[in-house]
């Protein structure tokens, strides 16, 4: 006799977790199995294999062949053996599920071996070209030095300014400079502030992207006049120490 049944821990999470002996003699019987699943032995060869008594052997052979409501698979009504020859003898059994068991194992035993040799990294980008050519939309693979949360910010397009066109002095890279930090910070500008947003951040002139340097510098959600270091100040500029208030942001399109 020759074969081989392999384990999982099913054997001891299903219903025969916590019977004795039933669960260390099942072991026993696998062991016994041939490649088809055929135990084609005596319950006095499996005492002796075993070292349990004859009559619990019996027993429990018993109780492998019946019903059982709790199996994972429906197959012969849960039972785990049934007799080869019923009308004759009383010993001689197939496992029910060995080639279910068998195939999983198999299957397992291939991806291990695929990811071992490098197969499965292969079938892994060959699937990733599958999806990129058949216009698969799920996310594709990341570019290199990219992470995930750049891979969703480079997918997030720009608002598009109402009406198309820009505040009269915009000075552009400044500005795509703030709505870029802006979605980077997650406080997107809103589309209905946008123009009123351009034209405030035009109304600083030459002094446009030095002013959202400092917004960006400083953490801030709005935009304000630079700070001076001069004895003259304007009222609305940010004094030492200064940060923007909730209401402060708000009225500077937060």
């Known amino acids: 006799m020759s074969g081989y049944t392999p384990l999982f821990s099913s054997l001891t999470t299903g219903t025969l977790c916590g019977r004795w002996p039933d669960i260390g003699l099942w072991c026993v019987v696998l062991s016994l199995a041939d490649r088809h699943g055929i135990v084609d032995v005596t319950p006095q060869y499996i005492a002796s294999v075993s070292g349990l008594p004859i009559d619990e052997v019996v027993a429990a052979m018993k109780r492998f062949c019946e019903p059982d409501a709790g199996s994972r698979t429906a197959a012969e009504e849960g039972r785990r053996l049934e007799l080869l020859d019923p009308e004759r003898r009383e010993w001689g059994w197939r496992i029910v599920n060995h080639s279910a068991y068998r195939e999983r194992a198999r299957l397992e035993a291939r991806s291990a071996r695929d990811i071992e040799s490098g197969k499965n990294a292969k079938r892994m980008r060959d699937r990733r070209k599958s999806h990129e050519t058949t216009g698969d939309r799920r996310r594709p693979p990341l570019k ?57 951040l035009a109304s600083f002139g030459s002094d446009q992207s030095a002013v959202v340097e400092q917004s960006i510098a400083s953490g801030w959600q709005g935009l304000f006049p630079l700070k001076s270091n001069g004895p003259s100040r304007s009222a609305a500029e940010p004094g030492p120490g200064w940060r923007p208030t909730e209401n402060d942001e708000g009225s500077l399109f937060a």
């Open 144 to 200: 290199p030095n990219q992470t995930k949360q750049n891979q969703t910010e480079e997918k997030i397009p720009p608002i598009p300014p109402p009406g198309g066109d820009l505040a009269a002095g915009l000075d552009l890279d400044a500005w795509n400079r703030w709505e870029g930090y802006r979605r980077e910070i997650r406080k997107p500008l809103k589309a209905a502030s946008l123009k009123a947003a351009q034209r405030q």
